[in-house]
């Protein structure tokens, strides 16, 4: 079956076209709805990557992409706060824990929406969020600097470090309860819509049962580096969606290196050695964010004074650009980055 020719293909167009690319820009300044999220869960897309005895579909990498692309380039708000729940599906589909046999399915199917809380980590040596060994389980302290779809989702999967060096992931339900406040959802200069907040954690309580993952931060770490590497759809997608107002004539050389940029990512991305060629995924990366920023300010040239318009498509286009260049963002990506802009003007300089 080609990748165009799958049903989860089918279906993320129609969720795109039917309801969230003519709702974007309302969708951007009100916020993501739960009819949106109802949509979303009765998709199946909630289950692309879950494995078909639990409901899912196990889709190839290359169904999940697209699907990615093409609900990022739809409404970027509504993609974001369903994709946090791949990370969840990944973790229940990985582990032995008794906590997936209570979770895995519901997730799979698309019953409960999942967020997580768990880009922190990567901060290491600063620690954010502790966890603490407690009678029955696990007691967390400390701040979640990002979390989002507050009020969407219905649990959450929530990271710390232990005592012992460890990460440990584990299932909390997404509501305000005892050692668990979010603050204010935060006002930002793109997806605000995603109900992103911080996480206040004064000795939240889990129980054993809940936890998903245990294992040296080191090995965690390891496993996770590889992958902020690597350009995300999101990015195809949503400078796909830019040159669609840009007309055929300038839109086309750009479309053409987007193709060929993208092509080579997603080789990259499905190359079995997930560690290696870390330097050309990187600058990969660095020249697709540099095809996003050029397509979405040809999109607002193309526009002219209306792109500036909040109800313009263009400008919202160019703020989530914008999001994305420090979504996933690490310390090694972050330096790569910056030494690639710098590089161009150097040589032109
Ligand atoms: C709107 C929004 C929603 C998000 N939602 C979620 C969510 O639901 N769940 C989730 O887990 N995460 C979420 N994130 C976090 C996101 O995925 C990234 O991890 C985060 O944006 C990384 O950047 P930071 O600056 O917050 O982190 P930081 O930890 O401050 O920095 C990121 C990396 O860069 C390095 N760094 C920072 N400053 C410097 C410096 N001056 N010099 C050298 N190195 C530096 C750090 O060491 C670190 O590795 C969200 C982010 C945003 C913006």
Not at 89 to 98: E, H, I, K, S
Not at 196 to 203: A, K, M, N, R
Request: net charge neutral; hydrophobic share 45%.
């Amino acid at each position: 079956m080609t990748i165009a020719a799958h049903p989860l293909v089918a279906r993320a167009r129609e969720l795109a076209d039917g309801l969230l690319s003519p709702a974007a820009e309302r969708v951007d300044q009100e916020g993501v709805p739960a009819s949106h999220i109802e949509a979303v869960k009765r998709s199946g897309l909630l289950g692309v990557s879950a494995p078909v005895s639990y409901g899912g579909s196990a889709a190839p990498a290359a169904v999940v992409r697209e699907t990615a692309e093409i609900l990022a380039g739809a409404c970027c708000s509504t993609w974001f706060v369903q994709t946090q729940h791949q990370t969840p599906v990944l973790t229940l589909a990985g582990t032995d824990l008794p906590v997936r046999e209570r979770l895995l399915g519901p997730l799979a199917r698309g019953e409960l929406l999942s967020g997580v809380a768990y880009a922190h980590l990567r901060s290491y040596p600063r620690i954010p969020v502790r966890v603490r060994r407690a009678a029955d389980g696990w007691r967390f302290f400390g701040t979640v600097p990002w979390y989002t779809g507050w009020g969407l989702n219905d649990v959450l999967l929530l990271a710390g470090v232990t005592e012992d060096d460890e990460a440990l992931f584990a299932f909390v339900e997404a509501r305000e309860q005892p050692g668990l406040r979010p603050s204010e959802p935060m006002r930002l200069a793109a997806l605000s819509a995603s109900r992103t907040v911080s996480l206040d954690l004064d000795d939240l309580w889990v129980p054993e049962e809940a936890v998903a993952l245990r294992t040296p931060y080191a090995r965690w770490a390891a496993a996770d580096r590889p992958k902020p590497r690597n350009a995300g759809p999101a990015v195809f997608g949503i400078a796909a969606a830019a040159l669609r107002l840009v007309e055929e004539e300038y839109a086309a050389p750009l479309r053409a290196r987007l193709g060929e940029v993208r092509r080579q990512a997603y080789e990259l991305a499905d190359h079995p050695a997930p560690g290696e060629y870390a330097e050309e995924r990187l600058a990969l990366r660095a020249e697709a964010f540099t095809l996003l920023r050029t397509a979405t300010t040809a999109a607002v040239v193309a526009g002219g004074g209306r792109a500036m318009s909040l109800d313009h498509r263009a400008q919202r286009l160019a703020r989530e650009g914008l999001f994305l260049l420090v979504q996933g963002q690490t310390s090694e990506s972050r330096t790569a980055h910056l030494e690639r802009l710098a590089q161009w003007h150097r040589s032109s300089g």
